[in-house]
């Protein structure tokens, strides 16, 4: 059975940083494309960014670039999210989520974590 | 780049038809057919329900269909159920190698 479990998120003070992990467990980690995907409070869906199965090319959503960084190791099936100079309007629940290929949907999504930044 | 635009609301009757459409530009929905539909329900994570514009994954009902003219596409869901009742979102794969959702609607089961 395919699963991702989010987990790092929690309350952070505007300019401040936080590392959001996404544990995989149930396919081949390496043979996919992972996406991260936010969720403001009663808002819509905002998709933040892609890793390849290497980990080389990246993409990400013009309000993060600069700030954010996706990353992965294949070695532990752990997806990641570095989040730097966090403001209020980064709050959201954020997903991770398995793509087979760039432009391929996410197929399968973890459960969320919760990111607050609010002084 | 902005939201692909989705109506914010539609609603229908049990066993009735209805649309959801999902605009973008020739840069996203119109250039390639990565357009996908996802469902979600309260308190729960998306679910995928249609890609690469017409496709339905293993498990979905086959009362979920996806079209595509131009720079719009299209989710129809047919004999409405109450379990259909949810939010539902449109995104694509865009010229930028980024993808863009489109800003949701809620249907209402009546």
């Known amino acids: 059975e395919v699963q991702l479990v989010e987990s790092g998120g929690g309350l952070v003070q505007p300019g401040g940083s936080l590392r959001l992990s996404c544990a995989v467990s149930g396919f081949v980690f390496s043979d996919y494309w992972m996406s991260w995907v936010r969720q403001a409070p009663g808002k819509g869906l905002e998709w933040v960014a892609n890793i390849e199965q290497e980990g080389s090319d990246k993409y990400y959503v013009g309000s993060v670039k600069g700030r954010f960084t996706i990353s992965r190791d294949n070695a532990k099936n752990l997806l990641y999210l570095q989040m730097n100079s966090l403001r209020a309007e980064d709050t959201a629940l954020y997903y991770c989520?398995?793509?087979?290929?760039?432009?391929?949907?996410?197929?399968?999504w973890g459960q969320g974590t919760l990111v607050t930044v609010s002084s | 780049q902005s939201a692909l635009t989705q109506p914010a609301s539609v609603s229908g009757s049990p066993g009735q038809s209805i649309t959801i459409s999902c605009t973008g530009t020739s840069s996203d929905v119109g250039g390639y057919n990565y357009v996908s539909w996802y469902q979600q329900h309260p308190g729960k994570a998306p679910k995928l329900m249609i890609y690469?514009?017409?496709n339905r994954p293993s498990g979905v009902s086959n009362r979920f269909s996806g079209s595509k003219s131009g720079n719009t596409a299209s989710l129809t869901i047919s004999g409405l159920q109450a379990e259909d009742e949810a939010d539902y979102y449109c995104?694509?794969?865009?010229?930028?190698?980024?993808?863009?959702f489109g800003g949701g609607t809620k249907l209402t089961v009546l």
């Open positions: 995104s694509s794969y865009t010229s930028s190698s980024t993808v863009l």
């Open positions: 989520g398995r793509v087979r290929f760039s432009g391929s949907p996410l197929d399968s």
């Open positions: 690469e514009v017409t």
